[in-house]
Nanobody, 124 residues
């Protein structure tokens, strides 16, 4: 399984970005049974789980109401819409995948597959 993130960039506070995670390497028909999470990391800090999509969808409080995770099973894509961005959202954003889902949606150790990350920078 390979994951490639894109869509990061630099925006001003209050702006929006749409991150994409292109997934490949699945067995035929397997993509829909994978769960996906988005994480972010600031240098020197641990990787923070922020949202998850599997049989259910979850968000951490800091992004709830501003970020939206979605997936397109026909295209093997996962998206993260980031609205009302704040300077504290600045980080490298990572897409992660795990077969059949996870028990801890925001725990990085639960996921076997990771992308390389995409930088999001929000200026005040």
């Amino acid at each position: 399984v390979q994951l490639v993130e894109s869509g990061g960039g630099s925006v001003q506070a209050g702006g929006s970005l749409r991150l994409s995670c292109s997934a490949s390497g699945f067995s035929v028909g397997a993509f829909p049974v994978y769960a996906f999470g988005w994480f972010r990391q600031v240098p020197g800090n641990e990787r923070e789980g922020i949202t998850y999509i599997g049989t259910s969808t979850y968000y951490v409080d800091s992004v709830k109401g501003r970020f939206t995770i979605s997936r397109d099973n026909a295209k093997n894509m996962v998206y993260l819409q980031l609205n009302t961005l704040k300077p504290e959202d600045t980080a490298i954003y990572y897409c992660a995948a795990e077969y059949l889902g996870v028990w801890g949606p925001f725990l990085a150790s639960e996921y076997d597959h990771w992308g390389q990350g995409t930088q999001v920078t929000v200026s005040s």
